[in-house]
């Protein structure tokens, strides 16, 4: 004789063959046995599940060391600007003084000297060589 049982989750209605048989709910897939009593387990309220909260929004730790890895990100890019625009400064800037009329100020290399004049006429262009007669013997 078939038996009505309802499910424990979800309240479904389902027919069962026979008390102490196994049935699986079609709404929410639990198997439990057609005749027992079981407490009904509390019902979800999807509105206010907590579970699925991202997990930084409960523990203030989390976000105290969100806070210290951007500040330490920030300190990080602003010394690389700071120690860019510092070099560039260095680099790039003209000497404090101008040297003085009696301080000898010696180049590193020897002046450019182009190099001596060829001797004698320049070369003359000939002209393309004629092919010598043909020998009629």
Same mark, same amino acid.
């Given at each position: 004789?078939?038996?009505?049982?309802?499910?424990?989750?979800?309240?479904?209605?389902?027919?069962?063959?026979?008390?102490? =048989? %196994?049935? +699986?709910? @079609?709404?929410?897939? +639990?198997?439990? %046995?057609?005749?027992?009593? !079981?407490? @009904? +387990?509390?019902? @979800?309220?999807?509105?206010?599940?907590?579970?699925d &909260? =991202?997990? #930084?929004?409960?523990?203030?730790?989390?976000q105290?060391?969100?806070? !210290?890895?951007?500040?330490?990100?920030?300190?990080? !890019?602003?010394?690389?600007?700071?120690?860019?625009?510092?070099? #560039?400064?260095?680099?790039? @800037?003209?000497?404090?003084?101008?040297? &003085?009329?009696?301080? !000898?100020?010696?180049?590193?290399?020897?002046?450019?000297? $182009?190099?001596?004049? &060829?001797?004698?006429?320049?070369?003359?262009? $000939?002209?393309?060589?004629?092919n010598?007669?043909?020998?009629?013997?």
């Open positions: 004789m078939p038996l009505r049982v309802y499910c424990p989750d979800c309240a479904a209605p389902r027919t069962a063959p026979a008390p102490g =048989a %196994r049935v +699986r709910c @079609r709404n929410c897939d +639990r198997v439990f %046995r057609a005749g027992t009593r !079981v407490e @009904r +387990r509390p019902a @979800r309220d999807d509105e206010d599940d907590e579970d &909260a =991202a997990p #930084w929004d409960e523990s203030p730790g989390s105290r060391l969100l806070f !210290v890895l951007g500040g330490v990100a920030l300190v990080v !890019v602003g010394l690389t600007i700071g120690g860019g625009l510092a070099a #560039w400064y260095f680099v790039n @800037r003209l000497p404090d003084r101008p040297p &003085a009329d009696d301080e !000898v100020v010696e180049p590193d290399d020897p002046p450019f000297q $182009p190099p001596p004049p &060829a001797v004698g006429p320049p070369p003359v262009n $000939p002209g393309p060589v004629p010598p007669p043909a020998d009629p013997n």
